[in-house]
């Protein structure tokens, strides 16, 4: 498989991090937000998505983004 062809404009590894972002996709108001913040132990969706991909390397190189950028903070979280 070439990761580097694209589809319909789009690399596989980027590809991946956008159907992973429309898995989470809603639209909410900011009352509902704060509801299920306060009463639901899950996080609200664009937490999930932006939360996690923030600190994958892989997803600056998937879109070329460069530090510091919304998606690329200067001090990111490493654990692994």
Not at 12 to 22: G, K, S, V
């Amino acid at each position: 498989i070439d990761l580097a062809a694209k589809v319909d404009g789009f690399t596989a590894p980027q590809r991946f991090y956008i159907a992973f972002a429309q898995n989470w996709c809603q639209n909410a108001r900011p009352e509902s937000v704060r509801s299920q913040a306060l009463q639901d132990p899950h996080s609200p969706d664009h937490f999930r998505v932006n939360g996690v991909i923030v600190n994958q390397p892989s997803f600056a190189a998937a879109f070329g983004c460069k530090k510091p950028a919304p998606m690329v903070p200067a001090n990111s979280c490493r654990v692994w």
